[in-house]
């Protein structure tokens, strides 16, 4: 008889996880970035575009995130004002979409990132980008 329970709540076990509902799609993996990014200042660690590194464009600044979607790259000299917004859709998935002005280095940020990952301590997201289809990859890590 404790064989036949064991084996019943095994059987059970397996057969019983949320993610099988059929048509259930999990599009929201990343929707912690929301609450992630306002919570300290970040440093691009890595901004490639295709073969050009752009990394060093960005290492004086600091980038603070804040919950009511704005944001602000800062160095020494300069204060450069922003946006950003989490978006997901099963079309185009989740994406952190980054918004500053049309002045260097800002203007390679302005896109919709799609998500690659995100941890407490760094966010990993990459594009394809439009005009000639290289890939781009951009890091924010925790400071």
Known sequence: MKKLL???AVVTLFSCNSDDDAGNVKTDEFENIR???PQGKWKITKMVDGTSDHTS?????TFTFNEDGTVTAKNDILTEPGT????SSSNSGEELVLQF?????FDELNDDWDIV?????KIELSDISGGDGDT?????TKI
Do not use: G, K, R
């Open 136 to 140: 781009e990859l951009l890091t924010f």
């Open 84 to 87: 950003w917004a989490y978006q």
């Open 6 to 8: 064991l084996i019943l």
């Open 35 to 37: 609450t992630t990014l």
């Open 117 to 121: 990952s995100v941890s407490n301590v």
């Open 101 to 105: 002005s049309e002045m260097e280095p």
């Open 57 to 61: 464009d960005f290492q004086s600044f």
